[in-house]
């Protein structure tokens, strides 16, 4: 069954990575009635601290503290995230599952390799998902090699399995890019005063990450330092909006405006 599609779908390479960029904001679109979403594109078991079942049972506790209604993680390698058809494809799947109307990508630069190709993957994914003729099953059969008979039949079950009317084209309507991750102006920041403390809170739920402890300890700052590091980053994005926290996008359309009187932020 078809559950009610998405407002909003949060994509990004890494379990965590969703909740130091965007958290506040998918909470606050969540307290506002909108159904929200995160996409990990891998499963975290290359991480220094803690194993992939450790991380999938902190990203299913963070996903509750930012009230979101799905989260899955794909099976793309950590550290190895590369835009290949094959990968495209596995986000089309999802992107027609849940239908969401919004899309946050992670910002298109970046020092880590798995951000940056995730948001080029991402956006592919996007335009991608819309096209009428892909059948992305048999697509995706066919990447994964899987043998002629097993394509011929997956072909032959169209159009009449019920299982594939889920999966029709959809592509969202607007694609924001979440740039905490670079110095880079963004085009609008939303405002988190009211989601700050639970955004931390999600972000702490990755205990195997972020707690003291022996293994990293040279690479991981301490949890105080991190709290006063997120504060400082949501504090600065909030001063660039007049108000306390914030969260900073890009998009790369300009923006519409109807009244020139309920635009905000003061200028002078
Ligand atoms: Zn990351």
């Known amino acids: 069954m078809l559950a009610s599609p998405l407002d909003i779908l949060a994509l990004a390479a890494h379990r965590d ?12 679109m969540a307290q506002r009635g909108h159904r929200t979403g995160i996409l990990d594109l891998t499963q975290g078991e290359m991480g220094t601290r803690g194993s992939a079942e450790d991380r999938a049972r902190e990203a ?29 494809l596995k986000v089309v799947r999802v992107l027609r599952e849940q239908r969401p109307r919004v899309v ?14 995730a948001s ?24 994964a090699g899987d043998s002629p008979t097993t394509v011929a039949s997956l072909r032959a079950g169209r159009p009449q399995d ?21 110095d880079v102006r963004p085009t609008f920041v939303v405002d988190i005063t009211e989601q700050f403390e639970s955004r931390v809170e999600a972000l702490m739920a990755y205990r195997t990450q972020f707690s003291d402890q022996e293994a990293g300890k040279g690479i991981f700052p301490a949890r105080d330092e991190i709290r006063s590091r997120i504060e ?23 923006g519409l405006v109807d009244d ?5 932020v003061k200028s002078i």
């Open 232 to 254: 400082s980053m949501a504090r600065f994005y909030g001063t660039l909006g007049g108000v306390t926290y914030a969260e900073p996008f890009i998009q790369k359309e300009v």
């Open 260 to 264: 020139l009187i309920l635009i905000p």
């Open 162 to 182: 019920v299982g594939t009317t889920d999966l029709l084209p959809h592509r969202p309507f607007k694609i924001i890019y979440a740039t905490l991750y670079y």
């Open 120 to 143: 080029v993957l991402g956006y592919e994914a996007c335009f991608l998902a819309g096209l009428g003729k892909l059948d992305v099953d048999v697509a995706l059969s066919v990447a």
């Open 17 to 28: 990575d969703v909740e130091q960029t965007c958290g506040g904001t998918l909470l606050k």
């Open 104 to 117: 946050i990508l992670p910002y298109w630069k970046g020092r880590h390799p798995d951000h940056y190709t």
């Open 60 to 88: 299913a506790e963070a996903a509750t503290i930012l009230c979101t209604s799905w989260r899955q993680a794909l099976d793309i390698p950590d550290g190895r995230v590369e835009n290949t058809w094959e990968n495209r």
